[in-house]
Structures are given as C-alpha cells and as structure tokens.
C-alpha cells in the first residue's frame, strides 16, 4: 500500500504506510547506477571527468526521506572507498552542496544543491501551464496527477495536484518513480526512438537480470497500447493496489520530454474508469497544452 490519508486542503500527511515493492530497489539505487558497459565508455572517453561524476554522484544518492547521511552509508551508496568519499564530502561542504552536522558526524544537502534545484524548476514553463489543467483533471478523477522528467532508470515529480480526496498517493514533487513498472515511465519509454529504448533496455536488463522478463513484457504491453490508445498504463504492476494512466509529450524549445500521469487507490480508480473516462481527458490536456507552448 502507497496511501497517506490528509487533511482536506492541506498537504500535512497524518499517516503514510508503504508496503515493500519488488522494483523499490531499483527507485532507490538507479541514480547512482552505472553499469559494467557505461564504466567502459566512461574510461575511454578522454572529456569525461571522473571526480566531478564521482562528486555528483555524492549528492545523488540522497533519497526522499534521508534527513542525513554519514561517510559509510554514502560510500556504500555510491561504491566508493570511505577515503574517497571523505575527500569529496568535504569539498562539498566547503562549497555548500552539503552540510555538516557536528553532532551526528553527517551530512544533508546545503542550500547551494537547492539553488540549483530551484533554478532548473523555475525554467520548466511548462509546469505553470499544466498545473491549472492537472488540477482540473485530479478534481475530475478523485486522484493525483502528476508530471514527470526522466532521471536514468526512474521518473522524477516535478509537479503534482490532488483531489480533494480524503485519501491519496503519498508520492509528491522529488519523489521517484521506477521507468520499468509505471504507466509515466512507460509513457516516457514509448516516447523514445528504437535506438533509444534499447539503450536503456540493455541499462536495466544488466541491472535487474531476474526481474528483467516480467518488466519487459509489461513495457512491450504498454508500447503496444500506446499506439492503439495514445496512453500506456499500469494496472498493479508497481504497487499492487495502485492503478494509473499515463501520456508523454515534449514541451519544446529544447527541453526535455515529460510524461504526465493520473493514478490513485485501484479501488477508487478503476481500469474501466481510467480509461474510458479519464482517458479522453488526459489525451485533451496534453492537445491543449502542445496548443500553448507552442
């Protein structure tokens, strides 16, 4: 279960209770993932600078919810040697991308990872022109919409509206998503070149070689759909009780493409429901935003 129940009107969470997912792992791990044929690129590539990538990948492995790591847990994290780590959350803490605590021995993101989290948010014009339209849709559905970039292996919030619903998803902007199991990343995959998705494919499959079959026919499922219906979906497939739609499109003037979901409780939010009537809704939203971007 993936539900917090709140306050009409607020977004203060009385109660949040997850239940383990088997692709939890790869929303926690896929930032910092690099796997054996990316390592080999990387070293053959002359432009490449493996102490800024080993610095970014620092504050990376930060999730939602770490009020504040210690030198051991980021080394395991990021599968650096502890010296190495030290070395670079000191510089990083001299810069202000992190901050030291004295007392726990730790560190959290400083106020100059912010800055550059807010500066990059504050250029996507596309989510003060969604918002109004996605908060009309939430309304409608009794569920959450939300827009979504893609970050490696997951789908990344960065702009969310909920009904009025007494219950909801607990997800909200920041929060991760896994690309492989849910209807936006799915979405995003089906927005790719051939080319593309198979790079990223082959990334997943080197990551999650058990998992990687069940994965896959969900995502060939989906592309299938989204040609027949415009949308891709997921019917449990991430969390067992969680049902969503999903349509990716691109904003323009070079910015990156994003995918747009509606999800909820299954219960409240039925396949037949999500596609017959949030459906055609979804698909107009994305019409009428591509009319004013452009």
Not at 106 to 135: F, K
Not at 175 to 189: F, K, N
Request: hydrophobic share 40%; net charge positive; charged share 20%.
């Amino acid at each position: 279960m993936l539900f917090c129940i709140a306050e009409l009107n607020s977004n203060l969470y009385h109660f949040i209770y997850f239940r383990p997912c088997p692709y939890r792992r790869q929303v926690e791990d896929s930032s910092n993932f690099m796997n054996s044929k990316e390592t080999t690129n990387i070293k053959e590539d002359r432009h490449f600078v493996t102490a800024l990538a080993r610095g970014l990948e620092v504050l990376a492995c930060f999730r939602p919810g770490d009020k504040a790591l210690g030198n051991q847990e980021i080394a395991l994290r990021c599968q650096l040697p502890k010296s190495t780590v030290s070395r670079l959350t000191y510089t990083l803490t001299k810069l202000g991308y992190l901050h030291y605590i004295t007392s726990q021995g730790q560190y959290r993101l400083g106020s100059a990872t912010l800055a550059l989290g807010s500066a990059m948010i504050s250029r996507l014009d596309v989510r003060q022109l969604a918002r109004p339209l996605m908060q009309e849709l939430a309304d409608f559905s009794k569920g959450m919409v939300s827009l979504g970039m893609r970050d490696r292996h997951s789908m990344i919030y960065i702009e969310n509206c909920r009904s009025q619903n007494a219950l909801t998803l607990s997800l909200d902007v920041g929060s991760r998503i896994p690309l492989a199991s849910t209807a936006m990343g799915r979405a995003l995959l089906a927005s790719m070149s051939a080319t593309e998705r198979q790079t990223v494919f082959d990334e997943i499959q080197a990551y999650q070689p058990d998992l990687w079959p069940e994965l896959y026919a969900g995502i060939e499922a989906s592309l299938n759909e989204a040609r027949e219906t415009g949308c891709c979906s997921s019917f449990g497939e991430w969390q067992s009780d969680v049902n969503a739609i999903a349509l990716a499109f691109s904003p323009g003037a070079g910015q990156a493409t994003v995918a747009i979901n509606c999800g909820g409780p299954a219960f409240l939010l039925s396949k037949e429901f999500l596609l017959n009537g949030v459906r055609p809704r979804l698909l107009q939203l994305v019409r009428e935003l591509h009319g004013t971007l452009r």
